[in-house]
C-alpha cells in the first residue's frame, strides 16, 4: 500500500518570495507521482508529475519538483511566488503496477501568498 | 473540448435520505474515477470503472455506496440512507485508459450536505 504525507497544512509566504511545499511518501513498490493544484472554487488540476527519466520536472508556471529516491520525497519548488499561485496543492502517488492509476493523495498544503 | 462536468453543484439533503450524483465524463475517455474530498479526511479513493465494469470497489466505504456507469460513459455514485458523515465533495476524474501515463481530468464536483 501507498500513503502520502504534506507536512505543512497551510504555508504563508509573501508575493515573490520562495517557497517549498513537502511531499513524502512511503510504497513498497514503485510508484509515478504528482502535484495536483486546486484554485479557490475551482477544480483539482494537474501541476507536474514524475513518470521516469529526468528528476526533476517543472510545470509550465515555474514550479518544479524533484523526485528523491533515496528519501522517499517529491517537494514542490518555486523561486518567486506571485498571488495567483494561492490555492490549496497535493501531492499524490500511484502504484506503478496494479493495472490502473489509482491515486493515492496527501491532505493538502494551503498555499497562502500575501502582498 | 468539455471537460468532466458533474451535477448537481451543490446538494443539500436530510438525514436517511437517499441521493444520486452524477458524472459525465471526457467523451472517448474508458476510464473514470470517484474521489470523495472531506475534512479531516482529505482526498480519498473511492472507485474506478474501465470501461462499464468496477474492477476496484475498496474504496467504498461502507454498503450504502454504490456505483455504475453505463455505455462506457455516464456514472451515478448512489448513497443510501444519507448520515452527516456522508458530507464532503465528491470529485470523478476520467483518463483515456487506466494507464499511469493517461491524465486524470477532475471535473468541479458536488458538494453533498447532510443535515
Known amino acids: 500500500a501507498q500513503s502520502v504525507t504534506q507536512l505543512d497544512s497551510q504555508v504563508p509566504v509573501f508575493e515573490e518570495a520562495p517557497v517549498e511545499l513537502r511531499c513524502n511518501y512511503s510504497s513498497s513498490v514503485s510508484v509515478y507521482l504528482f502535484w495536483y493544484v486546486q484554485y479557490p472554487n475551482q477544480g483539482l488540476q494537474l501541476l507536474l508529475k514524475y513518470l521516469s527519466g529526468s528528476t526533476l520536472v517543472e510545470s509550465i508556471n515555474g514550479f518544479e519538483a524533484e523526485f528523491n529516491k533515496s528519501q522517499t520525497s517529491f517537494h514542490l519548488r518555486k523561486p518567486s511566488v506571485h498571488i495567483s499561485d494561492t490555492a490549496e496543492y497535493f501531492c499524490?502517488?500511484?502504484?506503478?503496477?496494479?493495472?490502473?492509476?489509482?491515486?493515492?493523495f496527501g491532505a493538502g498544503t494551503r498555499l497562502a501568498v500575501h502582498p | 473540448g468539455a471537460g468532466v462536468s458533474q451535477s448537481p453543484s451543490n446538494k443539500v439533503t436530510e438525514k436517511g435520505k437517499d441521493v444520486e450524483l452524477r458524472c459525465d465524463p471526457i467523451s472517448g475517455h474508458t476510464a473514470l474515477y470517484w474521489y470523495r474530498q472531506s475534512l479531516g479526511q482529505g482526498l480519498e479513493f473511492l472507485i474506478y470503472f474501465q470501461g462499464n465494469s468496477a474492477p476496484d470497489k475498496s474504496g467504498l466505504p461502507s454498503d450504502r455506496f454504490s456505483a455504475e456507469r453505463t455505455g462506457g460513459s455516464v456514472s451515478t455514485l448512489t448513497i443510501q440512507r444519507t448520515q452527516q458523515e456522508d458530507s464532503a465533495v465528491y470529485l470523478c476524474?476520467?483518463?483515456?485508459?487506466?494507464?499511469?501515463?493517461?491524465?486524470?481530468?477532475f471535473g468541479p464536483g458536488t458538494r453533498l450536505t447532510v443535515l
Open positions: 476524474a476520467s483518463s483515456l485508459e487506466t494507464s499511469a501515463y493517461n491524465e486524470q481530468f
Open positions: 499524490a502517488v500511484t502504484a506503478i503496477s496494479g493495472g490502473y492509476n489509482k491515486l493515492i
